[in-house]
């Protein structure tokens, strides 16, 4: 009972937080790969992790202890995901701003409609992830669980979620931070625009300025770029910061 109780507790950790992780969490990538690599990673890490303080298996509180060990995993695979969303909506708000909305691709990890531009940061910012090794960070983080939050019966606290709320509000504050730069441009441009409608009534704006903003909006994207990888670093510091504060580790 403690050899199960110590390789299928952590299993339900381990395999939680890969299945909501960024990059490998992606609904692109099959569920049988994704229960292969946590049997792995579980079977690497077991040796390394403290024994189990819960070994009654098949109990009525077998059922809190699977369902606490579900929480811990998803909270912190989560955190990655709250990291690129960052960037997906700021490529959205771009997109919005200037008219390339209208394309739109299916985003493979949500398995939604979004404009080419968010999935182009999206595709950016799971390139980054990988590069910045995210996802042997995420598997230390999920290993250092393990000795802050031991298998027990004892609850997460309540701050815990809260910080994962909060951090919410810095999502959209870094969102808008990447895309000012670009939007401050597109705002001088449809000013300019307003004033030569204002001096040429008869110059039809919108033939004009819709094929206009379009190569305006792709020219400062290209030209914003390399603000991705500044505020990308930027970001994963505070989500490193944010899973360690999490599983109550310092930075």
């Given amino acids: 009972m403690q050899w199960l109780s110590d390789f299928l507790l952590p299993l339900v ?11 490998l969490g992606a609904q692109s990538v099959p569920t ?3 229960l ?3 049997v792995t990673v579980t079977f690497a890490v077991v040796p390394a992790l403290p024994a189990s303080q819960f070994t009654d298996l098949f109990s009525f509180s077998m059922i809190f202890v699977v369902i606490q060990q579900m929480i811990i995993g998803i909270a912190i695979g989560f955190a990655s995901l709250l990291l690129l969303n960052t960037f997906i909506i700021a490529g959205q708000i771009l997109a919005m701003q200037t008219g390339l909305g209208f394309a739109s691709v299916v ?3 949500n398995g939604l409609s979004v404009p ?3 999935q182009f940061y999206l595709i950016l910012a799971t390139l980054l992830f990988f590069v910045f090794n995210g996802h042997l960070m995420m598997i230390q983080m999920v290993v250092f669980s393990f000795e802050t939050f031991p298998i027990n019966e004892q609850w997460w606290i309540v701050d815990n979620y809260w910080q994962i709320i909060n951090w919410g509000g810095w999502m959209f504050t870094t969102a808008l931070a990447l895309s000012l730069a670009p939007l401050t441009a597109m705002l001088v441009i449809n000013i300019s625009f307003g004033i030569m409608t204002r001096a040429a009534p008869q110059m039809n704006i919108f033939a004009v300025g819709f094929a206009f903003t379009l ?7 290209w030209a914003t770029l390399g603000n991705f990888i500044v505020q990308y670093e930027f970001q994963w510091l505070k989500t490193v910061e944010l899973m360690c504060n999490l599983i109550g580790c310092t930075v």
Wanted: zero cysteines; glycine letters at 14%.
């Fill in 13 to 23: 950790r381990i395999s939680s937080m890969i299945m909501v992780m960024a990059g």
């Fill in 32 to 34: 049988r790969i994704k």
């Fill in 107 to 109: 985003d493979p990890a």
């Fill in 116 to 118: 080419a531009v968010g």
């Fill in 36 to 38: 292969g690599l946590s």
């Fill in 215 to 221: 190569v305006a909006g792709l020219t400062i994207i």
